[in-house]
C-alpha cells in the first residue's frame, strides 16, 4: 500500500469524529478558556492593589510556591498576569495534557476494543486513517483551546505578545500528550491500559518539574529536571516576563517523534492487538475466592493497591516538603495564614491541612468504589452472582464493607507517609504519631459520603454522580470557606467540617459518634432500598 | 406433581413500556421446556422474574415452589443460570469465573468441572476481556453444567456456539435430563429446541400464545402431503381444512389442518394412492403462522 493509500478516507473519519464529539469537543474547549476567564477575573478582583501581589513575593518565590505554581524567573515587579502565568499556567498544561491523551486513546484503541474499529476498516479506509484523523481531531482541539485561551487573556487586556504564548504554550501540551498517547495505545491491548501508561507520563512529567522549579528556588543543579518535562518546556516560555518562543520548539519536535513511532509502532500489530501480549491467569481460582466479601475485595484489589502507591508517594512527597513549605508560608499573606492556623500554627496547620486534603482524596476513592459496584450491575456482571446464593444484602454488604475497611486503610498510608515525610523533614519523630493519627480522624467523615453514596445507588442509581458534590463541597468550604466568609452554617453542612483538623485543632468525639450514626443508619437504608429495587441492566 | 415453574398471569412494565402481559408459563419436573419467541418478545424478561432479579408487578410466580423474589437466595442454591450476554470480569481468568460462581451456589464437582472444560474445549486460563463472546458463553455453561441443581435456567445459551460446540452442547442437555434435572431453554434457535424439549411455549408480546408438546402444536397446523393417486384427485380441493390445493404432473399437493387431516387421508386411500409423503409442519412454520403477521408490522399500542 503506498503511503497516499493508508490515509484514505482520513477526511470523512475526521468529519465523523467530529459529529462524535459534538458535545466533548466544546466542552473541552470552551471549559478550559471559561477556567482561563474564572482565574483570570478571580486574580484581578482579589488583587486589585499592586502591594496585595507584592505580599505573595516571597511565596512565589519559595520552595513550596514553585512546586505548586512553576519556576520563578526574578521578575522585577509583581503584575497580575505574570501571577497568572505563574500560579495557574500548570493547571491548564495539566488538563490540556490530559485532554490530548484521552482523545486520541477514545478515537484510537477504544474503538478498537470495542469492535468498531473493525467494522470502519473493512470499508475504504486506509490502515492509518484511524490513528491519524484521531491525531488531526487532537491538533484541531489544542489549537482551538491556545486560540481561546489567547482571546481570553487580550480581552483581560493583557500584554499581547505573552497572552498569545500563554495559549500556545498550553496548546502545545495537548499536543505533546497527544503523541503520548499515540504511542501508549500501542502497546497493550486495552483502552485503559493506554490510558493510564500516558497518564503515569503526565505524572512523571508533572513531578520532573515539580522537583527541578524547587531546586531551582534554592540554586540547585537539580533545576535542570525541569527541562526533561514537556509541562516544564511549556513553564519556560516564561509569558509576560521573558516571553520566549523557542522552547516550544522542544514541544514540537518531540510530538513529532512520538507521532512517527506511534506509526511505526502501528505499521508493526494486528487491529485490536497489542505489542505487549496478555499473560495467561490461574486455571483455578484460590481457595479464598469464595464469598460475596473475597469477590469484591478482588474487584477492588488493583485499584486499592495503586491508590496504596500514590497515597504513600504523595504522602512522602508533600511531607518532605514541610520545613521549606512553612519557612515558605510564613511570607503568605494573613488571609493564607488564617488558613493555616496562624503564623504561630503554621507546622501543625499544614499538617492538619494536608490530612484534610487526603480525607476529600479518600472521598474520592469511596464515591469511585460506588460507581465500580454500579458498573458491575449495569454491565450485567452482577446478575449470574446474584442467581446464585448470594443474597441483595450480601452482594452490596461485601462491596460497601471492603470499600469501608479500605477507608481508614488509605488514610492510615497517607499519614503515616506525610508524618514519616515531616519527621525527616522538621527532624521531629513525634510528628509521625501525630500526623497518623489526624488523618485516621477524618474515618467517620469518609464513611459518611461513602454511606450517602450508597443510598444514592441503592434507591436512585441514576443519581449516584450527585453524590460528587460532597468531596468537592468539602473542598471548596475547608479551603476557601474563610477566605470567601462564608457562614458558619454553611459550612456546617460539609461532613469533613466536623471531623476537625487534628492536629491543629482537637478531636471531637461526640460530632464523631454523630457522623459514625449516621453513616451506619444511611447505609441500612441503602442496602434495604437496593432489595427492595429491580436490578438494571442495559439487555 | 408440582410443576417445577408455575407462573399465571405475570405482568410487568417498565415505565410505559409493558414487557410482560399476562404470561403463564408451566414447566414440569424433569422436563426440558423450550421457551420460544423473537427479539424483544419477554423471554429474558421473564427469566429475570424468575431469578427474582426484577419484581413481579403482577401475577402469581413459583419457582420450584418457592417465591423467586422472597426466597431468592434458598432457592438459587437448587438452580444455575446462564444469561444471554455473558459478561465477564475483565481481569479474573475463565477458570477463576467459573470456581467462583460455583462457590457462591454452595460447591460443584470440580472434576465433572475439569471434564467440561475439555468437552467445551475452554481454556480456563485467559482472562475474562481477552474471551470472544462464545468462550464466555461457554465459561458460564461450564459454571452451570458443573453444578448439582434440580433446575437450569438457559437464556439463549448457544448463541455464539459453532455446531460442534452446539452438539456438546445437546449432548449435555440430553444427560442433565436424565439425571432428572428441569431445563427451560429459550431460544431461537428451533433445530435445538426440536431436538430437546419435551414441551414448548411459544411467546409473543410479553404473553404466551401456544404451549404443549410439539405433537400436541403440530396438530394445531397443517400438514403438507404430497400424493400421486390412480385416480382423478381434483375432488379432493373441496373438502374441509384443505388449502392450497394444486396438480402438477399427476401429483396433488394440498395441505390440511391437523383436525381435518384423518378425512383427507380417506380421501385419498379411495383414490388408489401410489405414493405419498407428508411432512409434519417444522417449528419455523410453527412459529411463521404466530409472527405472520409481524412481517406486516407491529399492531397499534403492542408490547415491544
Known amino acids: 500500500m503506498s503511503t497516499a493509500a493508508t490515509l484514505t478516507g482520513t477526511g470523512t473519519l475526521l468529519r465523523f469524529l467530529l459529529r462524535r464529539d459534538r458535545i466533548r469537543l466544546p466542552g473541552w474547549t470552551l471549559g478550559l478558556a471559561l477556567l482561563m476567564a474564572y482565574f483570570s477575573s478571580a486574580v484581578r478582583t482579589v488583587f486589585a492593589a499592586p502591594e496585595d501581589l507584592e505580599s505573595f513575593r516571597g511565596y512565589l518565590d519559595s520552595p513550596a510556591g514553585a512546586l505548586f505554581g512553576g519556576p520563578s524567573f526574578g521578575e522585577s515587579e509583581l503584575t497580575v498576569e505574570r501571577f497568572i502565568a505563574g500560579e495557574y499556567l500548570l ?20 474503538e478498537e476494543r470495542a469492535g468498531r474499529a473493525e467494522l470502519v476498516r473493512a470499508g475504504v479506509v486506509g490502515r492509518s486513517a484511524q490513528l491519524t484523523a484521531a491525531l488531526a481531531l487532537t491538533a484541531a482541539m489544542s489549537l482551538a483551546v491556545a486560540a481561546l485561551i489567547a482571546a481570553v487573556l487580550l480581552r483581560s487586556g493583557f500584554d499581547a505578545a505573552g497572552s498569545v504564548l500563554f495559549g500556545a504554550s498550553v496548546g502545545a501540551v495537548g499536543l505533546v500528550f497527544a503523541g503520548v ?36 528556588t534554592q540554586g540547585g543543579g537539580l533545576s535542570r529536571l525541569s527541562w526533561a518535562s514537556p509541562l516544564g518546556w511549556s513553564q519556560q516560555t516564561a509569558p509576560y516576563v521573558h516571553d520566549r518562543w523557542w522552547p516550544l520548539g522542544l514541544s514540537l519536535a518531540f510530538t513529532a517523534a512520538s507521532v512517527a513511532l506511534a506509526y511505526r509502532l502501528a505499521g508493526r500489530r494486528d487491529l485490536d ?22 469477590l469484591a475485595f478482588r474487584l477492588q484489589r488493583a485499584s486499592l493497591l495503586g491508590w496504596t502507591l500514590a497515597l504513600l508517594v504523595a504522602g512522602a512527597a508533600y511531607g518532605a516538603f514541610t520545613r521549606p513549605l512553612v519557612e515558605g508560608f510564613a511570607d503568605a499573606p494573613a488571609d493564607v495564614l488564617a488558613l493555616l492556623g496562624g503564623a504561630a500554627n503554621l507546622l501543625r496547620g499544614y499538617l492538619g491541612l494536608m490530612g484534610l486534603t487526603m480525607a476529600l482524596l479518600v472521598s474520592v ?20 452472582v446474584l442467581a446464585t446464593a448470594v443474597g441483595r444484602t450480601a452482594w452490596l454488604g461485601g462491596h460497601l464493607a471492603v470499600a469501608a475497611l479500605a477507608v481508614p486503610w488509605l488514610l492510615l498510608v497517607a499519614g503515616l507517609a506525610t508524618g514519616a515525610g515531616a519527621a ?20 467517620p467523615a469518609v464513611w459518611f459520603v461513602l454511606a450517602v453514596s450508597a443510598l444514592l445507588y441503592g434507591a436512585v442509581p441514576g443519581a449516584l454522580p450527585a453524590a460528587w458534590a460532597l468531596p468537592a463541597y468539602g473542598l471548596v468550604t475547608g479551603y476557601f470557606g474563610d477566605l470567601l466568609g462564608l457562614p458558619e452554617a454553611a459550612a456546617a453542612l460539609s461532613p469533613f467540617a466536623h471531623t476537625c483538623q487534628y492536629p491543629l485543632e482537637p478531636v471531637n468525639p461526640p460530632a464523631l459518634a454523630v457522623l459514625l450514626a449516621l453513616a451506619a443508619a444511611l447505609t441500612l437504608a441503602a442496602l434495604r432500598a437496593f432489595r427492595a429495587r429491580d436490578l438494571r441492566t442495559t439487555a | 406433581m408440582t410443576p417445577a415453574i408455575d407462573v399465571r398471569g405475570l405482568r410487568k412494565s417498565f415505565g410505559k413500556a409493558t414487557a410482560l402481559d399476562g404470561l403463564d408459563l408451566s414447566v414440569r419436573p424433569g422436563h426440558v421446556h423450550g421457551f420460544l419467541g423473537p427479539n424483544g418478545a419477554g423471554k429474558s424478561t421473564t427469566i429475570r422474574v424468575l431469578l427474582g432479579v426484577l419484581r413481579a408487578d ?20 437448587r438452580l444455575a443460570y446462564v444469561p444471554g ?23 460443584a464437582d470440580a472434576a465433572r468441572r475439569d471434564e467440561l472444560c475439555q468437552r467445551f474445549d475452554l481454556d480456563p486460563t485467559k482472562k475474562g476481556r481477552t474471551y470472544s463472546k462464545g468462550n464466555r458463553q461457554k465459561v458460564a455453561l461450564v459454571a452451570a453444567l458443573a453444578a448439582d441443581v434440580d433446575l437450569l435456567i438457559l437464556d439463549e445459551p448457544t448463541s455464539g456456539l459453532d455446531p460442534l460446540m452446539e452438539a456438546v452442547f445437546q449432548e449435555c442437555i440430553r444427560e442433565a435430563k436424565a439425571a432428572g434435572r428441569t431445563v427451560l431453554l429459550s431460544s431461537h434457535i428451533l433445530a435445538q429446541v426440536e431436538t430437546l424439549a419435551d414441551e414448548v411455549s411459544i411467546i409473543r408480546h410479553g404473553r404466551v400464545v401456544e404451549t404443549g408438546t410439539l405433537a400436541d402444536l403440530r396438530h394445531l397446523t397443517r400438514t403438507t402431503v404430497a400424493a400421486t393417486t390412480e385416480r382423478d384427485a381434483s375432488g379432493l380441493a373441496a373438502l374441509p381444512g384443505v388449502h392450497g390445493f394444486r396438480m402438477e404432473d399427476g ?8 383436525a381435518h387431516l384423518d378425512a383427507a387421508v380417506r380421501g385419498l386411500g379411495a383414490l388408489g394412492v401410489r405414493a405419498l409423503t407428508a411432512r409434519p409442519p417444522t417449528l419455523e412454520q410453527l412459529l411463521l403462522r404466530h409472527y405472520g403477521d409481524e412481517l406486516a408490522g407491529v399492531p397499534e399500542g403492542a408490547a415491544p
Request: proline share 6%; charged share 20%.
Open chain 1, 273 to 294: 492487538a497489542g505489542l505487549i501480549p496478555p499473560r495467561p491467569g490461574r486455571a483455578h481460582a484460590p481457595g479464598w475466592l469464595r464469598d460475596p466479601l473475597t
Open chain 2, 58 to 77: 403482577a401475577g402469581h410466580v413459583r419457582l420450584l415452589g418457592g417465591d423467586p423474589w422472597a426466597d431468592a437466595v434458598a432457592l438459587h442454591r
Open chain 2, 251 to 258: 401429483e396433488v399437493r394440498f395441505d390440511v389442518d391437523g
Open chain 2, 85 to 107: 450476554d455473558v459478561e465477564l470480569w475483565p481481569n479474573l481468568s475463565g477458570g477463576e469465573a467459573i470456581d467462583l460462581l460455583s462457590r457462591l451456589r454452595g460447591g
Open chain 1, 91 to 110: 493547571t491548564l498544561l495539566v488538563a490540556a495534557g490530559l485532554m490530548g491523551l484521552l482523545t486520541v486513546t477514545r478515537h484510537t484503541r477504544a
Open chain 1, 365 to 384: 476513592f469511596a464515591v469511585l468504589a460506588v460507581q465500580a459496584v454500579r458498573a458491575e450491575e449495569t454491565s450485567g456482571r452482577a446478575e449470574p
Open chain 1, 181 to 216: 498517547g499515540a504511542v501508549a495505545v500501542q502497546l497493550s491491548a486495552y483502552p485503559r491500559a493506554g490510558s493510564a501508561t500516558a497518564g503515569a507520563v503526565l505524572g512523571a512529567a508533572f513531578v520532573l518539574r515539580a522537583l527541578g522549579d524547587a531546586a531551582s
Open chain 1, 424 to 443: 525527616l523533614s522538621a527532624d521531629d519523630p513525634g510528628l509521625v504519631l501525630d500526623t497518623a493519627l489526624g488523618h485516621l480522624a477524618h474515618t
